[in-house]
């Protein structure tokens, strides 16, 4: 019986092919750490993502729950005291 397969986080919808030396799955992968450490970085994989889910789904462009009111919601409760 195998176990589950790892999936690759920079590219979705592939498994880990441990393409680096010493690497056992995405959690101890470099390149992973590296993206998803680094915010620039982060947000563009984020982008990229949605834009591959509309154009495999066909969704239009803007989502209302992409939009958030921030008058009606608010500061982010877990951004307090981080300054």
Known sequence: MTGPVPKCPLRPGDPCSLCQLYVTGPQDCGLVY?????DALRDELVKSRKAACR???????VSPLDTTDDDELGTDPRLEGLD
């Open 55 to 61: 154009k495999a789904n066909k969704l239009p462009e």
């Open 34 to 38: 590296l993206v998803m450490g680094d």
